[in-house]
């Protein structure tokens, strides 16, 4: 299985809404990151997990809470955002930091009301 | 803060030329150089990874150099094809050993039969 998978695919939220996007591996990898891509952008690095531990975070706002609960997993708690927020967030895995490549998921289009 | 800039927003070719992608930056002396491409609507794909010591790195019809003193990157496609037609992201670890990937503004490719 080399396939990184994102749930929902597409997610419209008020700005007083929590929900929360769901990223699975199942290569073993043991680094994951959240990237944000507004259109026609390339993706941004919002933060990086490596063996289940925060390594980076990117000065993201705090209305953006990301987890890992175990080594296949990784979420992202959204809480109160804003329109701007709105994008295509994208999660990723690699075998582990360093110069390994990234494996992405499809993400999931965000829309904030 | 470091810029990473590739040559042109698009880039229009014939079927069977050979497409030329190009990757700048400034301020920092990265250990390796990552390309990927992506589709509308879904997640980057790698291509290629290339270290510095490298001059050049192949795989099919795909070719990277990269010239740490002109601090650029060359991407090659050649005998290209429609199924081609895509963005190509460069990409530069901003913390060796910590994935920070940084990517560039990205080309759009589009290859006419």
């Known amino acids: 299985d080399t396939e990184v998978t994102q749930t929902p695919k597409h997610l419209v939220m008020g700005m007083t809404n929590k929900k929360s996007l769901k990223c699975e591996q199942h290569?073993?990898?043991?680094?994951m990151y959240w990237y944000k891509q507004k259109a026609k952008k390339p993706p941004e690095l919002m933060f990086v997990?490596?063996?289940?531990?925060?390594?980076i975070n990117e000065s993201v706002p705090s209305r953006f809470s990301p987890e890992c609960p175990n080594s296949s997993l990784l979420n992202l708690h959204l809480h109160a955002l804003q329109p701007e927020d709105s994008a295509l967030y994208l999660c990723?895995?690699?075998?582990?930091?360093?110069?390994?490549?990234?494996?992405f998921g499809p993400g999931t289009r965000l829309t904030v009301l | 803060s470091q810029k990473i800039e590739q040559n042109s927003e698009a880039l229009n070719i014939q079927e069977g030329k050979t497409a030329t992608l190009t990757c700048n930056y400034t301020n920092y002396s990265p250990a390796y150089l990552q390309w990927y491409r992506q589709d509308p609507g879904r997640g980057p794909v790698f291509l290629l990874l290339i270290r510095e010591n490298e001059k050049e790195k192949r795989k099919e019809r795909l070719k990277v150099t990269f010239d740490t003193t002109l601090k650029q990157s060359l991407f090659h496609i050649t005998a290209s094809q429609p199924a081609d037609s895509a963005t190509y992201l460069c990409?530069?670890?901003?913390?060796?050993?910590?994935?920070?990937?940084?990517f560039g503004t990205g080309t759009r490719l589009l290859v006419s039969p």
């Open positions: 997990y490596s063996y289940e531990k925060l390594s």
């Open positions: 990409a530069l670890d901003m913390n060796t050993g910590f994935q920070k990937l940084v």
């Open positions: 990723a895995s690699s075998q582990a930091l360093g110069e390994n490549e990234q494996f």
């Open positions: 290569m073993g990898h043991r680094a």
